[in-house]
Structure formats: structure tokens, C-alpha cells
């Protein structure tokens, strides 16, 4: 399974990036397939991925969503990603890949915080808001996907 880190900054300064292509080198032998970062400000978010779902560069991480203004960076597997797909869509979402990855940034363009009790799987994320400025972390119930932070 794919790799993720970050780092938030809490006082005025800029992510040091070194320090998160240290934690990306770290986490190679988690994703063979891709490697990706992304920074907005405050925050930075690291990527390995390692392709299982969408093969496509679509799915690469972190993944951006020009139109919410939210960053994901995200490990797991969504086995409902097919209906909440379904389900988004009808809301009026449009989907620029085929993985589960987009299936969660539109699941919490939708319904917030509350996106987790609507997928099933085992997984760990960061969401950022790039409007907000806010960040949102959440695993799945089991801790089957652990997801670690540290201040």
C-alpha cells in the first residue's frame, strides 16, 4: 500500500521541505509506482504511491481538486468507492478519475467531516482546504490503516 506524510506548520514559518523529501525517502518501499508532493502555505503533503485501483497518472497523489480547493493525500482501499461514486454523481460531482482516492474529496466536499461513516474499506488521509486553511485527518475504524502525528 501507498505511503503518506506531512507537515503542518503551527507558528509562522514555511514547511521545510527537506524534511519531507527525508520522510518521502523513508517511505519508498511503500509506493514504487509514484512519488508526489504537494505544499499550500502552512502545510506540505508527501506521497508514495503504490497503484492498485486507477493505473492511470489520474490517480497520482497528492491529489488536488481545483474546484472544492481540497489536497488529499490517502492510503487504503475504498470498497464502496463504486456506489458513493453513483451516489455523488447525483448530487452533481464530476470525477476526473476512475480510483477512490476522488471518491473521498468528493465525499468531504459533501458531507464534511462526516465522510468517513460513509466509506467502507480500511484507509488513512489528510484532507487540506486550501480555502479554509484547515486540515482534516481521519482512519478507518479498526485502525487497520494507522495514522500517526506528532507535535
Given at each position: 500500500m501507498c505511503g503518506i506524510c506531512g507537515e503542518l506548520?503551527?507558528?509562522?514559518?514555511?514547511?521545510?521541505?527537506?524534511?519531507?523529501?527525508?520522510?518521502?525517502?523513508?517511505?519508498?518501499?511503500?509506493?514504487?509506482?509514484?512519488?508526489?508532493?504537494?505544499?499550500?502555505?502552512?502545510?506540505?503533503?508527501?506521497?508514495?504511491?503504490?497503484?492498485?485501483?486507477?493505473?492511470?497518472?489520474?490517480?497520482?497523489?497528492?491529489?488536488?481538486?481545483?474546484?472544492?480547493?481540497?489536497?488529499?493525500?490517502?492510503?487504503?482501499?475504498i470498497y464502496n468507492h463504486p456506489e458513493l461514486r453513483a451516489e455523488l454523481q447525483a448530487k452533481g460531482h464530476h470525477f476526473f478519475s476512475g480510483g477512490d482516492t476522488e471518491v473521498i474529496l468528493k465525499a468531504y466536499a459533501e458531507w464534511g467531516e462526516a465522510a468517513p461513516s460513509h466509506l467502507l474499506g480500511m484507509f488513512a488521509f489528510a484532507i487540506w482546504d486550501m480555502r479554509s486553511g484547515t486540515l482534516f485527518l481521519a482512519r478507518d475504524r479498526m485502525g487497520i490503516k494507522p495514522l500517526y502525528y506528532t507535535r
Open positions: 506548520r503551527l507558528d509562522d514559518q514555511l514547511p521545510q521541505l527537506q524534511h519531507l523529501n527525508a520522510m518521502m525517502a523513508k517511505l519508498a518501499r511503500r509506493g514504487p509506482d509514484h512519488i508526489g508532493s504537494f505544499s499550500d502555505g502552512r502545510l506540505a503533503f508527501g506521497h508514495r504511491r503504490l497503484s492498485i485501483i486507477d493505473l492511470s497518472y489520474q490517480s497520482n497523489q497528492p491529489m488536488v481538486d481545483a474546484e472544492s480547493g481540497l489536497a488529499i493525500v490517502f492510503n487504503g482501499t
